[in-house]
Each structure stands twice: as C-alpha cells, then as structure tokens.
C-alpha cells in the first residue's frame, strides 16, 4: 500500500519563500508532524513525503497513491483543500490532520474524506487498518499522546536539502496565552518526553543543526527546570556535536546552572516571546509570567549571550493598548534588550485560542470569507480590525518597526558583536539578511492582499515611496 504525506505550501509566508530571497533558504523548516505520521507507519507501507515548501511536485507523474495525508497549520488549510480536491478527483481517500483540522473540524469535513483531530499518535495505526479493510471513518478523534513507547519519527524520508533537521521534546504549554493555540491544542500540562528517547533520536538526525520545535523548552516549574537539566546534562554526556536552537520563555535566563548546561548541550540559539514593550500590554496578551520579579530584560539576554545562545526575541503589533508609533518603539525596545534578531508579528485571532473567541464575539475579524481567507492568517497580513489603526496604517507600524531594527547600521554592530563575542555569527548574519529581505516581500503581498479582496490600498505614502535604503532615522521624523 502507498501513503503519500504532504505538507502544503503556502507561498504567502515570506519566511518559507525561497525563490525571491535566498536568504530563507536557511530558514526551511522540516515537517516533523509528517516524520512522526510516518514513524507511526506500519512498515509494509510505502511512504513517500512531499514538502511543497522545497517546489511542487508534478503529482500526475507520481505513482497513485493508496492513501494520502494532509497537514495544514491555518496559513496552510486551503492549499490543503485544493490537494484534497485533486486527489478526490483521482479517487484517492485524502487524511487530513495538525492544528487546523482540529480547530475547524466542520468545516475540514466539507473538504476531506476523513479527519484526525488531535495528537495522532494514539490513532494513526487504526486510521491505516481501517483504509485497509475498505472501512475508513469520517472523524477520528485522537487522544494526548502517553510518550512512552512511541516510535520515532522518520528523518530518513525527507530529501537532505534542509539546514535544520527537527525533533521534539516536550509538548504542552502551562501559560495559555489568549492569542497562542499552543495550550489548547496540546494541553496546559507540561508533557515531557523520556531523556533516553530524545537522545537516541539526536542521534540518528543528520543534519548538524536542529530545530528543537518545543514551544516551551525548559517549562516554568522547578520539577520542569530540573528535567530540561537532566536532559541537557545527557546530550551533553552523549557528545553527538550537534548545534540546536529552540524556543524559551524569559525564565530561561534565570538559572545559571541551566545555561551552562544547555550550552554544553549544543544550545545555540533561543525565540523568546516578550510580545510587547508594556506591562498593560502584557496583561493583555494574559502573559504577565515576563513581568515577574521586576525583571529588567537587558540583564536577561546578556545573561543568555553570555553562554554564546543568540537570542531571537518576538513581538506582537496591534494590541488595543499600542498607540501610534509602537513599531519603533518595538524595535528600539528589542535594541535595548539587545536582542539579535527581531520577529514581529500582527496581534492575529487563530481558531481555538481565547483571542479568536474576543475578537470573534465583537466582529473584528475581517477576513473571513472562509476557507479562502485562511491563506491570509500567516501573522504578517492584518486579519482583524484593531482599535488604534487601520489595515494600512498597521502594516505601516509594522515595516517602520522591521525598517528601524534592520538598517543596515544595527544590522552590522548586531552581527559585529555577535562574532565579536563569538555567539553564532553565521547564524546571527542570515537571520538579520533573511528579516531585512522580508520587509520588502511582506509589502508586496500586503499590497495583493488589499488588491484580492477588491480594497484599493489605503492612501499609504509612507509605505509606497520606501526603498530598502531609505534611512530609519528619516522614518522617526
Ligand atoms: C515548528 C513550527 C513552525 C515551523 C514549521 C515547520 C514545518 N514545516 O512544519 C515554522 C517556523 C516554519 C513555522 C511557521 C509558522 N507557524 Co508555526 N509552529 C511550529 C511549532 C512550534 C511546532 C510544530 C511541530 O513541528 N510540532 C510537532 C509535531 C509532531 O506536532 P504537530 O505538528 O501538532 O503534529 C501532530 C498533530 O497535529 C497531528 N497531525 C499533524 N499533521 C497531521 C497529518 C495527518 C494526516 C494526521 C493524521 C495527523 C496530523 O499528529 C501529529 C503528531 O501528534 C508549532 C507549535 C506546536 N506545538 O505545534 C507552531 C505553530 C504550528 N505555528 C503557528 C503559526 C501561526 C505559524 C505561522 C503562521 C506564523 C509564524 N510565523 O509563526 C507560520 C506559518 C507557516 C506556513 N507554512 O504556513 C501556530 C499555528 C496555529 C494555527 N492555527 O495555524 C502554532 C500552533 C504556534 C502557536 N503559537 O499557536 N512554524
Ligand atoms: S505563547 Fe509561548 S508561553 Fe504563551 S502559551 Fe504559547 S507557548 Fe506558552
């Protein structure tokens, strides 16, 4: 039997656009969801696995398929649906599966021949039994995944083109942010998988680097610290010479035994969310976790540098309490925390989250001719209506807040100090590139995202007339 596992693209995520910036070249990201479905794969099965984001394949030219698989993360669902369609028409019975499907279980129904909502590790088997006997179901309902026992995922399936290989370690999120899905998905309790498992599985990934894709690396209770310590402690007891990077919350800085030891664990780098420069912000977000004790975040970072960790730090634009100008203000509070690279993103309603549910409840979603405008819900296009500004002037904060942090000016005293300090410059250099590039790439596919929905762009003088060397300063003006 054949399974075809396929992760869509979705051309409007500028990070995964290679063809206009090389840059992202170094920022595609394997599809663990679909190397751990095909692990859970019972070996007589032929798996083959698509990655859309490295080119579409011809499928006509394929061997038809028994089966296929479907993952989508939102941005993803309608290039999910479209593939879906196309294998309906051939007569193949398309799965689909991941966060979207689960959030939108109706309306994946509409589109697909059967739904596995949730963790599938408890369920795949059955779903491949079932299409085997001719007795497939509409809806499997999956639970959270005991990790003991399961096995790994496949990195051999996918061709080595990608700088980072992947693997997971924990799952699971105690903090529920209002606009992360993170918890609602994968629960608030804090699943953490067997040390002994993740080292093994370290060492059958090729690639050096690794994306270690927690959400919440080193969770926020002691008993949590304590395992990352232990973990971190075993890879580096295995000496396996890989170089990973993952993502934290600012509790990371606070341990100095855990930063030695993730340092010797072949941590590289860390995403830490401060989302916003303001503590109402914060209490906004329901992420008042960054404003305990006081904490004074420069002291934070320099602490995780100081371990040669580059530190990516990520906010959010168009919270109701931003007022204009809060893009530079981002960028030049990420400069004071002394950051290296900066992620921003619009404040964006994701089904299933508690933001969606507010913004939802007070008809601030705007876009949603769905599942059309789920392309649009990559967090770089404005899909809501915020109190302080309109689509334009929000992308207008948010380019200024890209423009300010990566002139070319702090762009080089960034990547001067990281190799100054010896913290990653090679990394430090593509991701500074890679953002700078996507400043012009995000405008482009704002000004289609107004042109598709029939808006003619709002008066935007500032935005039109930049070019990549307008200086920042003349921004501020
Ligand atoms: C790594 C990652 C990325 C990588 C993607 C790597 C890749 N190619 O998959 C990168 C950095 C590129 C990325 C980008 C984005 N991401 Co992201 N990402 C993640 C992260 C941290 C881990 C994903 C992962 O690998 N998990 C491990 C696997 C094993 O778990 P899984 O994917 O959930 O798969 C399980 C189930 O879902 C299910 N399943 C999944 N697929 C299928 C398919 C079938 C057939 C079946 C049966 C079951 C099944 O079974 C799997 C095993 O249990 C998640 C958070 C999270 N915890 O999932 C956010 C997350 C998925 N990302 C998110 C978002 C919003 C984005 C972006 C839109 C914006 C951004 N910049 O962050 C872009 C969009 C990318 C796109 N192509 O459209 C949101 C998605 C919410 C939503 N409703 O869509 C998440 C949940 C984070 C959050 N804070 O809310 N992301
Ligand atoms: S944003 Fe980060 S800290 Fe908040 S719930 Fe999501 S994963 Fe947890």
């Known amino acids: 039997m054949r399974l075809l596992l396929i992760n869509p693209t979705n051309p409007i995520v500028s990070i995964v656009n290679v063809k206009e910036s090389r840059w992202n070249r170094f920022r595609v990201w394997k599809p663990l969801s679909l190397m751990t479905i095909a692990g859970l794969t019972p070996a007589d099965w032929d798996i083959t696995i698509v990655d859309e984001n490295l080119g579409l394949p011809e499928y006509s030219t394929m061997p038809t398929p028994d089966l296929v698989g479907v993952t989508a993360f939102t941005s993803q669902a309608n290039r999910a649906y479209e593939i879906s369609a196309y294998f309906e028409r051939r007569g193949v019975p398309v799965v689909m599966g991941g966060i979207h499907a689960t959030m939108c279980t109706d309306e994946a129904l509409d589109h697909v021949a059967s739904v596995v909502t949730g963790e599938a590790e408890s369920i795949w088997p059955d779903v491949l039994a079932d299409v085997k006997s001719g007795s497939l179901k509409k809806l499997y309902a999956a639970e959270r995944t005991d990790w003991s026992n399961i096995p790994p995922p496949r990195h051999d399936l996918l061709p080595p083109r990608y700088p980072f290989g992947s693997i ?234 890209y423009r300010h942090f990566y002139s070319f000016q702090r762009m080089f005293g960034r990547i001067w100090d990281s190799f100054w300090h010896r913290r990653q410059p090679l990394i430090s250099l593509v991701g500074n590139f890679s953002f700078r590039r996507n400043i012009q790439l995000d405008a482009i596919a704002f000004n289609d995202f107004m042109r598709q929905r029939n808006i003619a762009p709002q008066p935007a003088p500032r935005l039109q007339s930049w070019s990549l060397d307008t200086k920042p300063e003349a921004l501020e003006a």
């Open 168 to 401: 997971q370690t924990t799952r699971g999120c105690p903090l529920n942010c209002n606009f992360c899905s993170v918890t609602a998905f994968n629960g608030s309790h804090y699943r953490q998988r067997p040390i002994a498992d993740v080292v093994q599985e370290f060492s059958q990934i090729q690639e050096k680097r690794v994306l270690v894709v927690d959400d919440n690396l080193i969770g926020t209770r002691p008993e949590h610290i304590k395992r990352a310590k232990e973990l971190f402690r075993a890879l580096a007891d295995a000496n396996l010479g890989k170089e990973w990077v993952s993502q934290a919350t600012i509790n990371f800085a606070d341990d100095e035994e855990l930063l030695t030891l993730a340092e010797k664990a072949g941590c590289k780098g860390v995403f830490i969310g401060f989302e916003t420069p303001s503590p109402e912000g914060l209490k906004e977000l329901g992420k008042r976790f960054n404003y305990q004790k006081q904490r004074d975040f420069r002291a934070s970072v320099k602490r995780i540098q100081k371990h040669k960790i580059l530190v990516v730090g990520s906010f959010i634009i168009g919270l109701d309490v931003d007022e204009p100008g809060i893009g530079v203000r981002i960028s030049k509070t990420a400069s004071e925390y002394c950051i290296d690279t900066l992620n921003t993103l619009f404040l964006t309603p994701l089904p299933g989250t508690r933001l969606w549910d507010q913004m939802a409840a007070d008809e601030r979603i705007t876009r949603h001719n769905f599942p059309d405008d789920w392309q649009y819900f990559t967090l770089s296009l404005p899909v809501a209506r915020y109190k302080q500004f309109s689509d334009t002037e929000v992308m207008t904060e948010m380019t200024n807040c």
